[in-house]
């Protein structure tokens, strides 16, 4: 990828892979140690259900299992399930045995490390203190995704892409990187690629092009809450029901209510890793911990995230929760995705203000 490029050699570096040999060791242990002397028995009635994602996992799965004569077309690729079967459908063939329940891990694991120096190479080239590369391994979450199947560490792989070429204005690569991410991972990434845009807009003022962004989102959250999901959809009794109680009555619950699904993120972002303990341990949230004690010692910086006239990596951030709020069903696993991106915005040089 020509976004990786060679990374002059420092004792700092040098300290940072071998956090990362580390961190893919524990990755490892853990599928082998914990995971996999319990797959076998899974059930989502049982309290180690949230050793991994292995409910997603069999759905890819069974994917896996039909593609050979699975009949494709427009609609059914963009289902969320076909594009990343493919993807280890085709890492799988050019073995003559493999395990579809193994090979994900080491396809995972190359996924982390050139999220790695990625990271690396962002880090060095905008941020003065050479400590920061180091937050890039607050994401426990990391070993939790890696463990099986799933589209979390490829997503997070095409944000970590897509934001080096937009800060170096590379929009054909922006755009090319949307479109293979939308192909394989999630359709819904090409409203980044909108919203980006809307955001680099000259002749607007930012607190236009922030009205003009949430406007957008807002409607198309409308549209994916009452016609793709339906209104009989099952979304339980948070707040995303309640939205679309008020959409079905004055049709601008989103537009009403979107600051209020921000704040259940973040409430469920502080609370989780101390919930995650009891009455039983959810593995899932517990690894969230990483980020929710980072945030809360520097709280302090959260104001910076709103200075988007001056902070490239605000507006991304921004962009990417927008984007999410599209989405309508609120989960903290979509919004660990982008915490990456919030700790790089919050320590944002001052330099460049």
Known sequence: MSNIKSIKIKISNIYYFYILF?????????????????????????????????????????????????????????????????????????????????????????VICLMSIISLRITTKYFLSENLKFLFFLNFSIIYFAQLAGKDLFYSLFLYLILSAFLEKKWVQVFCYVIVCALLIRFQIIILFALLLIMNVKFMSFKLKVLVS?????????????????????????????????????????????????????????????TSLYPDIRFSELFVSGFTAYILLNFKKLPRLFDLSNNPFSVY????????????????????????????????????F
Request: aromatic share 20%.
């Open 214 to 274: 949430y406007t957008f989102i807002s409607a198309l959250g409308y549209l994916a809450l009452n016609t793709v999901l339906g209104v009989n959809a099952e979304l339980g009794t948070g707040i995303s029901n309640y939205v679309r109680t008020v959409n079905n009555n004055i049709y601008i619950g989103n537009f009403l209510l979107n600051p209020l699904r921000v704040l259940q993120y973040v409430i469920e972002l502080i609370t989780v890793p101390f």
């Open 22 to 110: 580390f961190l893919l060791i524990i990755t490892a242990a853990y599928h082998y140690s914990i995971l996999l002397p319990i797959f076998n028995d899974y059930s989502m009635s049982k309290t180690f259900s949230t050793i991994a994602n292995i409910h997603d996992h069999l759905v890819y799965y069974k994917r896996f299992n039909e593609l050979e004569y699975y009949n494709f077309s427009i609609y059914s690729y963009f289902d969320n399930t076909t594009g990343i079967s493919l993807l280890y459908y085709y890492a799988c063939s050019p073995f003559k045995e493999c395990n579809f329940h193994i090979i994900p891990l080491y396809l995972n694991i190359l």
């Open 317 to 352: 951030f921004v962009c990417l929760l927008f984007t999410l709020l599209v989405t309508p069903i609120v989960n903290l696993r979509y919004f660990i995705l982008i915490i990456p991106f919030l700790i790089l915005a919050i320590n944002y040089p001052k330099k460049y």
